[in-house]
């Protein structure tokens, strides 16, 4: 009896071993897989997930991880892999984004730190609604002999920076004062915005490695105020910066701090 339970346990392991196998991870169950457009996982600011990059053994196919994102506008986002495991050595274009059909590959991502990491930045502009569009990974070194022991971690983020106030009415002038905090080339976009949410004016611009940039926003928005919205391909936490409000009669500045979502 002791025998026959043994024996049972070994071939009912030996079945979850090849059924792990043949789905992966749980994005990847029965036919309902993350392997394109119909894909159910969105991701959200501060989203951070583990996965695998298996042949898939019971549909004979290897694996792909897509993820639905939404742009909102006047907002930047970035998508990140690190903690790759096994033998997956990504490269750049092994990390995408497509457009809302899953056709049109509108950015590869860069490859950073000795190659260990992945970063996909990109900005959304005006729109009336959110777009869609999807991050696909695929395509690994490892190829058909990926297992599950081939790990990554996907981590998402909204970028976007945002200034509460800025005031060139009056006898007021403000001042931007932004920096690259990265050591990599990046674009910067500056909407300025009416108290009603409306757009003033966008002004955009490159940053260096570690440049400082100086904006006098009378030179964009004249005899105006509201709020600032920065998006940018820095990486989240990849600027850093204030608005200074001068008021020449008295010699007094106002500070407004650049602020992020919270992670």
């Keep these: 009896m002791r025998k026959t339970t043994r024996l049972a346990g070994l071939a009912l392991g030996s079945a979850l071993a090849l059924c792990g196998a043949a789905r992966a991870d749980e994005w990847d169950f029965a ?62 274009t092994n990390m995408q984004r497509l457009d809302a059909s899953g056709s049109i590959v509108l950015g590869n991502a860069l490859v950073t730190d000795f190659g260990g990491n992945l970063s996909l930045d990109w900005q959304q502009g005006d729109v009336a609604s959110p777009v869609a569009s999807y991050v696909r990974v695929q395509g690994p070194a490892c190829g058909t002999s990926c297992n599950s022991f081939d790990t990554y971690r996907m981590r998402f983020y909204e970028t976007t ?8 009415s009056g006898t ?33 611009s490159q940053l260096t490695p570690r440049e400082l940039e100086v904006i006098p926003t009378t030179s964009v928005a004249a005899n105006q105020s509201g709020s600032v919205r920065i998006a940018h391909t820095c990486g989240f936490g990849g600027l850093s910066g204030k608005a200074v409000a001068l008021e020449p009669g008295t010699g007094f500045t106002f500070d407004t701090q650049m602020v992020h979502r919270p992670h």
Excluded: K
């Excluded at 920076?161 to 060139?168: G, K, Q």
């Design 31 to 92: 036919n309902d897989t993350d392997n394109g457009v119909s894909t159910d996982n969105v991701l959200f600011h501060g989203s951070e997930q583990i996965h695998d990059l298996a042949y898939l053994l019971g549909i004979q196919l290897a694996d792909q991880d897509w993820y639905l994102v939404a742009s909102h506008a006047f907002s930047s986002y970035q998508a990140v892999i690190d903690g790759m495991t096994g033998d997956l050595d990504l490269a750049s």
């Design 172 to 204: 007021q002038a403000t001042v931007l004062l932004v920096q690259n905090a990265t050591d990599r080339t990046c674009d910067v976009t500056y909407y300025f915005l009416a108290a009603t949410g409306s757009v003033i004016s966008a002004s955009a």
């Design 161 to 168: 920076y945002t200034i509460p106030r800025f005031n060139n």
